[in-house]
């Protein structure tokens, strides 16, 4: 086996959520000082701590963009300078905190691990002239002996106008608490036939099947609103223009929702593929109505199992790993028409 890294997240951002002032003038160039908030938009997710920045005086509002930066090199170097600068700042605002022992020393991935995905010109779409540039980052990590493999899901995107400013800033990324060695699994035959992903396979034999596989591995970031406690390694694989991910590690964790229809509803089932296995799983169920969220909100229990009545709901199930205290959550839309059906999804080999 080879060794690669497990990322502990930061659990609990209530710190960066009661600092939001202080770091929307810490991170960036505010409008008026910040005097004026509706001049500019600062915003960090409860839930996953993505960042999300704009200055809407300048933002598609640039009078002369003969002030704009000439190359895609100085683009580029001006936000990995703004990035590399905004960490420096938040280690020392950090440091200068009480109880901060817990809170990573910085905001944004180091610039090292950062890979230029595009650059380009954005234009006025009022004007037909050329506002901003936007320089898009893609997030690589060390693994070892792997070398450095992608952040399926996290990136950063940086607009930069007149004179070389950041007006706007988009960080999916979350700050890493610690980071232990752990060992990567390989994805076997097994595995592969066991994750109920529903593929299809034709006639292939196994050996030819395994031929075609080309497995990446990777980390995988959920999204903004997905309660994610780790960042584990996975194998991902191609599956036509989606992507199919399989545990990599003892620690990494995939879950899915099976269903049985029925006259009256719906019966919902957890299914996991990797983690600790056994009894080691703690379950949390919610769901609401498509029609009407706002008013339909409830929870659904804590048993590997549950169930729903007619009508077209989001679920959401949440998983928790009581060994390896790793938690990943999803979410599915499922209508219930009252009719005799089963789901013969089932991820567990």
């Not at 954005?122 to 901003?132: A, C, G, Q, R």
């Not at 700050?175 to 595995?191: A, D, G, Q, W």
């Not at 229990?301 to 169930?307: L, M, T, Y």
């Amino acid at each position: 086996m080879e060794e690669t890294y497990i990322h502990e997240k930061l659990l609990d951002i209530s710190f960066l959520k009661g600092k939001t002032k202080q770091l929307s003038q810490l991170l960036f160039d505010l409008p008026n000082g910040g005097r004026n908030p509706e001049d500019f938009s600062f915003n960090i997710s409860s839930v996953s701590g993505w960042i999300n920045y704009k200055n809407k005086a300048e933002l598609f509002k640039n009078p002369n963009y003969r002030r704009l930066p000439t190359t895609e090199g100085e683009v580029e170097r001006l936000a990995k300078v703004f990035i590399n600068d905004a960490n420096k700042a938040f280690f020392k605002f950090v440091t200068e905190q009480a109880d901060t022992k817990e809170v990573p020393k910085v905001i944004f991935p180091n610039v090292n691990s950062l890979r230029t995905g595009t650059i380009t010109v954005v234009v006025n779409p009022s004007t037909l002239e050329p506002d901003h540039w936007l320089c898009k980052f893609q997030i690589y990590l060390e693994a070892g002996t792997n070398g450095s493999v992608p952040v399926i899901g996290a990136g950063i995107d940086v607009r930069i106008g007149n004179d070389g400013k950041v007006i706007a800033l988009t960080s999916h990324w979350r700050p890493l608490k610690r980071r232990s060695s752990i060992e990567i699994i390989p994805l076997t035959e097994e595995l592969l036939e066991g994750d109920g992903h529903n593929h299809t396979h034709g006639n292939s034999s196994r050996q030819e099947r395994s031929e075609n596989i080309t497995p990446i591995l990777c980390y995988k970031l959920e999204g903004e609103s997905t309660y994610q406690t780790h960042l584990c390694p996975y194998w991902m694989i191609p599956n036509g223009h989606h992507f199919t991910y399989y545990p990599a590690s003892q620690a990494s964790l995939v879950i899915d929702i099976r269903q049985g229809s029925h006259s009256n509803g719906v019966d919902l089932y957890a299914v996991t593929l990797g983690g600790s296995g056994g009894n080691n799983y703690d379950y949390a169920w919610a769901s609401w109505s498509i029609y009407d969220w706002e008013n339909s909100y409830k929870e659904l229990g804590n048993a590997q199992s549950c169930q729903l009545g007619i009508g077209a709901h989001n679920v959401i199930l949440t998983v928790i790993d009581r060994r390896t205290k790793v938690a990943t959550q999803i979410q599915k839309s499922i209508y219930a028409r009252g009719e005799q059906f089963e789901d013969t999804t089932n991820i567990i080999a």
